[in-house]
């Protein structure tokens, strides 16, 4: 046998195949074993690790700014000023993007996880340069 009707024959053996080892939990031969596309948890944990580590940055630094910053405001005679909401913000807010990343992101392939942390961090960063924007327009504006 051969033309179109053997090869559609095959595609549909080779389907009915592919369709009965996914539905057993089985792999294929096309690399699609159970977990491969999720990536291992060795990975989605290292990419997790490696990306907390940031979010780690961005909070410690706004724990130095929750910190110095009332200082600085009542050094410049502005201890009335002090723009506490911002600051316990910067501190809580990178906690919170990447915990809300994390959720969003646990259930999906080891690429789009990576994604979405990522785009968690590049919110938060955005975020971050707001509040860091706001402190210093109140320093210029009371100062």
């Known amino acids: 046998m051969s033309g179109p009707e053997s090869a559609a024959e095959h595609e549909s053996e080779h389907a009915a195949e592919y369709a009965a080892d ?9 690399g699609t074993e159970r977990g491969t596309e999720r990536g291992s948890r ?7 690790l490696v990306l907390g580590v940031l979010v780690a940055w961005f909070t410690w ?15 410049l005679g502005l ?3 002090i723009p506490w909401a911002i600051l316990v913000l910067g501190v809580a807010m ?10 969003i992101g646990i259930r999906l392939p080891l690429a789009r996880l990576t994604l979405v942390l990522i ?5 938060i960063a955005a975020t971050r340069m707001s509040l860091i924007a706001a402190v210093t327009g109140t320093i ?3 100062g």
């Open 94 to 103: 990178p906690i919170v993007y990447y915990l809300a990343g994390v959720l």
């Open 140 to 142: 210029t504006l009371l």
């Open 42 to 48: 060795v990975a989605r944990g290292g990419v997790t």
């Open 119 to 123: 785009a968690s961090l590049a919110a």
């Open 22 to 30: 996914s539905a057993a939990g089985r792999g294929t031969e096309r």
């Open 61 to 75: 630094d706004a724990v130095g700014n929750l910190l110095a910053l009332p200082e600085l405001f009542t050094q």
């Open 79 to 81: 201890a009335d000023e």
